[in-house]
């Protein structure tokens, strides 16, 4: 089946082809001057779009993460998790995920929110970006695990954490693989309190301050497109 790229082209070709002989074109002419053309274009920004080399599963990819609040008592820890995770990863590897509140369990803590809240459930936490290694996935064998030291980042806004995260990466079968991270990605709790979105959350939860870091577990499985 052609592209719709393809087929503009050998059209294009065609035509220049009637007008410089004024004859059809011939019948292998067209093929070769739309591959030249296509060439040509490629080389002024015009390319065809690539295809994600895999893609998360919402159902069976998340995240959990464990905050810690200062109390009156002593410090509380609250376990939150978020669900739903999606993204493509591309053949070179890079994988974004955007991060969304309604995704998370918080608002289920929180109850009915009022009128002028109505809309924090679209807002954005973060984008997660990870660059994966494709031939070391490509080399996974179904069963085998490895594990990679994959840059990461979280961008919130103007702000952006990186790190290495050390992440073990399983094949299930030939078209599905399993992620975790081997060590928690440990957040700053004072830029996750800066946050317009973070305040308004942990204001409504009733947490006070925020102490030490945020460590956050990635789980997440990819299937082959």
Do not use: C
Not at 86 to 102: C, E, F, K, R
Not at 152 to 172: C, I
């Amino acid at each position: 089946m052609s592209l719709p790229f393809s087929r503009w082209t050998r059209a294009l070709s065609r035509t220049l082809a009637r007008r410089s002989t004024g004859k059809p074109a011939s019948r292998f002419g067209a093929p070769i001057k739309a591959a030249a053309l296509a060439f040509a274009m490629s080389g002024i920004g015009v390319s065809l779009p690539t295809q994600a080399a895999w893609q998360l599963v919402p159902d069976s990819s998340g995240a959990t993460a464990t905050l810690t609040a200062q109390g009156s008592q002593g410090n509380v820890e609250h376990v939150h998790h978020l669900n739903g995770l999606s993204g493509t990863v591309g053949d070179d590897g890079m994988m974004s995920i955007p991060l969304s509140v309604g995704q998370t369990d918080l608002l289920d803590k929180v109850g009915e929110l009022p009128p002028w809240l109505s809309g924090v459930s679209q807002m954005r936490l973060a984008t997660l970006t990870l660059n994966l290694d494709p031939l070391a996935i490509a080399a996974l064998e179904p069963g085998q695990t490895t594990r990679m030291q994959v840059p990461f980042s979280a961008t919130d806004g103007n702000r952006t954490h990186r790190e290495t995260l050390p992440l073990e990466v399983t094949r299930q079968d030939a078209t599905h693989l399993t992620f975790i991270n081997a060590d928690p990605i440990s957040l700053d709790s004072a830029e996750v309190a800066r946050n317009q979105v973070g305040s308004t959350l942990l204001n409504l939860l009733g947490y006070g301050k925020l102490v030490g870091d945020i460590p956050v577990t990635l789980q997440g499985e990819m299937v082959d497109q």
